[in-house]
């Protein structure tokens, strides 16, 4: 990780689970780490709970929903004037409505459409064009999922509730790759990863699954990790991560 010494990582959806967690290893590594997520309070708690001055210094909190196109530009304007650029981006920020997509509101639809492909896509665009602009190394992560290579059947007695999730994951892979030509045809050192873990215990699982085997935030905090320290000429492009005794 001694590479990515001072360099700035843009973490989505950092306020609670995998953001909040990787945000911590992040800036314990010497990375510079701008958090984004809608609520802010918990943004602000996360930074009182970090260990060291020092570490509290490093991490930066903006305000932000990926669904707005807007705050997404305001966001990466901002890192590009007062720190120079983004060097990593994580797509974590998602967004899971339980209910079945035969019969659930469109706008409920549409807000989780949204949040897990199109505010990856936009996200994603920004940091392309400030890696672009300074000719420089760098690593795209998109927080992909189990459901997003297959979709498994509801437990006994349960209805299927994940409606446009696994639609939405399987977008993110087919983008994994998709990321992963345009990069290499544009002829940069950018790397492209997806991480694919089965159940985690975060506020995102259906109360149905909560008795199942689940990973914790920081397993998967350290899969990206590991991705983010590989040598220059080795891309972890997937990954998938699942807990022991997993069903699926």
């Not at 994994?176 to 694919?196: A, G, M, N």
């Not at 008795?211 to 905090?221: G, K, S």
Request: aromatic share 4%.
């Amino acid at each position: 990780m001694e590479r990515w010494t001072n360099r700035v990582a843009v973490v989505t959806g950092a306020s609670s689970g995998i953001g909040a967690e990787l945000s911590r290893k992040l800036v314990a590594a010497g990375v510079v780490v701008v958090a984004l997520a809608r609520r802010l309070d918990r943004l602000e708690q996360l930074r009182q709970d970090l260990p060291e001055e020092e570490q509290r210094q490093r991490l930066h909190l903006r305000q932000c929903d990926v669904t707005d196109v807007v705050a997404v530009n305001s966001v990466f304007d901002s890192i590009k004037d007062q720190l120079g650029g983004v060097d990593i981006l994580v797509n974590n920020a998602g967004k899971l409505s339980g209910g079945q997509l035969l019969t659930m509101p469109l706008d409920i639809v549409q807000q989780v459409l949204q949040t897990n492909v199109m505010g990856v896509v936009q996200c994603t665009q920004r940091a392309f064009e400030s890696l672009r602009e300074r000719q420089v190394t760098g690593h795209v992560v998109l927080i992909n999922s189990i459901v997003g290579h297959y979709l498994f059947n509801p437990l006994p007695g349960s209805q299927q509730e994940l409606n446009m999730y696994p639609a939405t994951k399987h977008a993110l892979t087919a983008l994994t790759e998709l990321f992963r030509q345009e990069l290499r045809d544009f002829k940069t050192q950018v790397k492209v990863t997806s991480i694919s873990p089965g159940l985690v215990d975060t506020e995102l699982v259906p109360q149905a699954y909560k008795t199942l085997p689940m990973l914790q935030a920081e397993d998967v905090a350290n899969a990206i990790m590991y991705a983010l320290a590989t040598p220059p000429h080795v891309q972890v492009h997937e990954l998938t991560i699942k807990p022991m005794g997993e069903p699926f």
